[in-house]
């Protein structure tokens, strides 16, 4: 166990991510282990199987755990990863883990809802129902924003769960055909759910009480989650993986408030010497150097004391500091810096 909390200064995705890395060694080691030990050691086989049951109720409270979300909703349900932000009209730029997350769940639990009913297994289809309405009734508890904000948002979760479900389970594939239609897989078609969607979306303006960044997080999280499930539930795995990312992904903003966009510039043939980045040094060089393509097959044409002084010459002049504040106030916000590996101490 660690004595750092998840509400430690580091962000809680990276703590959780360091952690997680080791519990997944962690688990694979110790069953490998237990295979070995009970395919070679028969009188251990009853302590391996002992093990082996243990193993199966964490595993098992922890994917409770993980479905329900109890313990990051506990630790982190009313933070905000950037601080209660707004911007100068007074709309929100982030909301809590627990506003983002009973939001996330609500729009799974209604898209498995529409897969069941599409799937005419209505005890299902209505165990997930009641959870969407339980996951609802907790977020219109929250007073952090406006009723008539997570309305708009628990609307939009079911217009795209209604659309992604019919592109996954169209109605003339209902019954055997259904089985058929899933060996092709269909693109995204037009529907007046996704319309709704987009309506819903581009009316953030009217009470003013997100930025129109977080909306869009909160949106594509919506929309991208809804298409994690209809295509898990089509086994189009590839598919889902990639939407349950995207949705992670917008969530993460929505919760930390981490957008700025990265504008830089590459400043190649500075400290890893390049013929493209550096042609005029390049072409000044004496001819057995400049037939070399690299740094290393230069400075062994140059040898060491012409290499230290036409190098030591050229890192000092080609790049200045007028020229990063230049890069400044053009709006770049970083730099790539080829290095050398040979220019790394060990």
Not at 41 to 55: E, F, G, N, T
Not at 213 to 226: G, P, Q, R, T
Not at 246 to 265: C, Y
């Amino acid at each position: 166990t660690s004595s750092r909390s998840v509400a430690d200064a580091r962000p809680a995705d990276d703590y959780l991510e360091e952690a997680l890395q080791g519990v997944e060694w962690d688990a694979r080691q110790l069953l490998m282990f237990l295979m070995r030990l009970g395919s070679a050691r028969k009188p251990h086989k009853s302590r391996v199987l002992s093990a082996a049951q243990m193993l199966t109720q964490i595993s098992q409270a922890c994917r409770d755990v993980a479905r329900e979300d109890q313990f990051l909703t506990a630790c982190l349900g009313a933070k905000r990863g950037s601080g209660d932000r707004r911007g100068p009209d007074g709309a929100a730029e982030v909301v809590s883990y627990g506003f983002a997350s009973r939001l996330r769940w609500a729009c799974w639990e209604f898209t498995w809802h529409k897969v069941y009913e599409r799937r005419q297994r209505s005890a299902r289809a209505e165990q997930h129902r009641k959870k969407f309405d339980e996951r609802s009734e907790q977020l219109r508890g929250l007073s952090e924003l406006p009723l008539q904000v997570i309305e708009r948002l628990l609307q939009a979760a079911q217009q795209a769960a209604e659309h992604t479900v019919l592109q996954r389970f169209p109605a003339e594939s209902q019954g055997v055909g259904r089985w058929l239609a899933g060996a092709f897989r269909r693109g995204e078609d037009e529907s007046p759910h996704k319309d709704r969607f987009t309506e819903l979306k581009l009316s953030y303006n009217e009470h003013r009480a997100l930025s129109e960044d977080l909306n869009d997080d909160l949106f594509w999280m919506l929309w991208n989650i809804a298409w994690h499930i209809a295509n898990t539930a089509r086994s189009y795995t590839a598919e889902a993986r990639e939407a349950l990312v995207r949705a992670e992904r917008h969530l993460q903003r929505a919760f930390r408030g981490d957008r700025a966009q990265w504008r830089g510039t590459n400043l190649g043939g500075w400290f890893l010497l390049e013929p493209g980045p550096c042609c005029e040094f390049w072409e000044a060089l004496p001819p057995a150097a400049k037939a070399t393509t690299c740094e290393w097959g230069c400075c062994e044409a140059l040898g060491p004391r012409e290499a230290e002084r036409l190098l030591g010459e050229h890192r000092r002049q080609y790049f200045s500091r007028e020229d990063f504040q230049s890069m400044k106030e053009a709006g770049l916000s970083h730099v790539r810096l080829p290095i050398g590996s040979w220019g790394v101490p060990r």
